[in-house]
């Protein structure tokens, strides 16, 4: 069967089937089997305790991913996750941002065009950038503020907020480093970027405990698309997003991923068809296209 579900994916439009229904399909055999990760050629295994891990210490840090240096302070790296007997790999990018080197800028077009991630970071002139917020045909949802103009309001509801404060004596664009802002109306100062998300993963090393047992409406387990980011220890910031199609991260492991990358504060993005990731550097380039066109981005550029 979970062969099967790789010939549909793979024939795509070919086949009788929808690409949304071959996603569908894909997703529900996606979740099948305990989670473990590569290093170089071995697969280790996630260890229960980790996959229902809570409190996080550096000690709990259990993934190395192969970083590799592709500009002075961004680093990359893949990490190749599997759910046997599921032969399907997901393939987790991963961006680590130095924020004394990059400035982070979030941007959208003046009237909230879709388009590829790709497309609005050429436009912006960004190295690296990924899909942020979450949108309907309105725009946005909840606060933008991009280049220190807010575009929209906080919303309430939402408990998730990446955000850039401005830094003493930096151009009013430049700002400082960002921060994960999780609680329901928060106050956020001035601020020169700024989003909000949705779900709060994590504050201060402690994975909120509706991603291990479910609950708020939502299922923890479903497996999707993802783009998230952290902050860590050593005050670096490091951006997620799934290479996949059909396949990817139920948010529950996603908690687990970020746990394990040795995040101490971190939140998810819109995902989905929303998931889009363009990297272009002098000597490096890579999309993960996103499937559905969006409205803003969130990137890095040179201080």
Known sequence: ??????????????SDLTLDAARALGQQLAG???????????????????????????????????????????????????????????????ARVDPDAWRFRVWGTPDFAPAAVGDLAARAGLALAVNASYFSDDGPLGLVVSDGAARGRQGRNRAAHFVVGAAAGAPARAGGAPRIVNRKGAVLGPLVQGFQGFPAVMTAGETYSYLRYGGRGFDVWHVDRRTAACTDRDGGVILLVTDTLTNGLSLAELATVLGGLGCVDAMAFDGGSSTGMALRVPGHERTVPNLAPVPVIVGIEAR
């Open 1 to 14: 069967m979970l062969a099967l579900a790789a010939v549909v994916v793979a024939l795509g439009a070919g």
């Open 32 to 94: 099948v089997g305990s989670l473990e990760w590569r290093d170089g050629e071995a697969w280790t295994p996630v260890s229960r305790a980790d996959a229902g891990r809570r409190r996080w210490g550096p000690e709990h840090a259990f993934l190395a991913p192969r970083w590799a240096a592709v500009a002075p302070g961004l680093d990359v790296a893949d990490l190749a996750l599997r759910r046997p007997p599921n032969p399907l790999e997901v393939d987790v990018f991963l």
